[in-house]
């Protein structure tokens, strides 16, 4: 099946640095990735959708200027955590959708706020 | 997308059937039935969807009543390496590229020996 990579797998960082993610879809292009958060006993939440080439959408409540999303090309998309702070420890979930519009979930990545 | 609910936890005995059953009473015409499952740690893995048919692959099955208000995903002999949370979720068709998948709270299966 089609294949989607996270790195890091985890990142230990001080509060007010940046952080970035990458997701990558390893076999299969992706037009359009998404990125979830999960914070721990809970499910995930959807955080934006992003298209290839285009700006990325927000769901309600995500504040775009915190969470900088690029989706460069077609196998590849970055979440940045800009000025992170202890409350947005969790674990970052991208998931990438193939042609036939089939979406498949990368790894995660933990990241601890310090 | 319509909204689905699902037993909070359930326990199965190893080697035995688990049926986890969905509620998705507001689905309307053109939405699919998916189930994905998240073991701890890691992230969601696909395991079956269906419209109205109901589906069988190499995990699961998939049933879906002929009202389609309500689904039951069988995993036909449970293992220790199917405890996790199962998310049933209900999105358009795939062909449509607005669909997105909202995850609820999922039901928690623990396998027990």
């Known amino acids: 099946g089609a294949v989607v990579s996270q790195h890091p797998s985890w990142v230990i960082c001080k509060s007010g640095t940046s952080v970035k993610i990458e997701c990558r879809s390893l076999?299969?292009?992706?037009?359009?990735m998404f990125w979830y958060r999960q914070f721990p006993k809970q499910s995930l939440m959807l955080m934006a959708t992003s298209n290839e080439g285009s700006k990325a959408t927000y769901e309600q409540g995500v504040e775009k200027d915190k969470f900088l999303i690029n989706h460069a090309s077609l196998t590849l998309s970055t979440l940045t955590v800009t000025s992170a702070h202890p409350e947005d420890s969790s674990f970052y979930i991208c998931s990438a959708r193939d042609l036939i519009n089939e979406q498949f979930f990368g790894p995660g990545t933990r990241l601890t706020v310090l | 997308d319509a909204k689905t609910t699902q037993p909070t936890s359930m326990d199965c005995a190893e080697g035995r059937a688990a049926n986890l059953p969905c509620n998705h009473s507001?689905?309307?015409?053109?939405?699919?039935v998916y189930w994905y499952r998240q073991i701890h740690s890691q992230g969601p893995q696909y395991i079956i969807h269906g419209l109205k048919n109901n589906e069988t692959n190499e995990m699961a099955s998939l049933i879906i009543t002929e009202d389609r208000k309500s689904s039951t995903l069988i995993l036909p002999h449970a293992t220790l390496r199917d405890t996790a949370v199962y998310y049933c979720i209900v999105r358009v068709a795939p062909s449509n590229q607005g669909g997105k998948l909202i995850f609820g709270q999922g039901t928690e299966l623990s396998v027990k020996p």
């Open positions: 076999d299969f292009q992706a037009t359009t």
């Open positions: 507001t689905i309307s015409g053109n939405e699919y």
